[in-house]
């Protein structure tokens, strides 16, 4: 059974960082690409950042481009996201994902429950 297990998320002020962590189990964790999404209230779920299996490759979606860090540890089955400069439009939920190399392109196959990131003026 595949579980994808986030941590981190809470209330911070604006300009501030947080580091979110998802740890995963049941799944061979190199062979899949990780990402985290994130879902605004009433709104889809969109793509944030995502990592290549190695690490190697990493991307991002523009609105947190330059201010987040998405990084993985293959010994540990951990991926993280350190986010900084923090805005209240970064304030949804954060689901970790894991899936083939394609995402966002393609969707992933497995999804964590979500933490809550909430960001104060």
């Known amino acids: 059974q595949v579980q994808l297990t986030e941590s981190g998320g809470g209330l911070v002020q604006g300009g501030g960082s947080l580091r979110l962590s998802c740890a995963a189990s049941?799944?061979?964790?190199?062979?899949?690409?990780m990402a985290w999404y994130r879902q605004h209230p009433g709104k889809e779920r969109e793509f944030v950042a995502g990592?290549?299996?190695?690490?190697?490759?990493?991307y991002y979606a523009d609105s947190v481009k330059g201010r987040s860090t998405i990084s993985r540890d293959n010994a540990k089955n951990t991926v993280s996201l350190q986010m900084n400069s923090l805005k209240p439009e970064d304030t949804a939920v954060y689901y970790c994902?894991?899936?083939?190399?394609?995402?966002?392109?393609?969707?992933?196959?497995?999804w964590g429950q979500g933490t809550q990131v909430t960001v104060s003026s």
């Open positions: 994902a894991a899936g083939p190399p394609a995402i966002p392109v393609v969707p992933p196959d497995y």
């Open positions: 049941g799944l061979t964790f190199i062979n899949y690409a």
């Open positions: 990592i290549c299996w190695n690490g190697g490759c990493t």
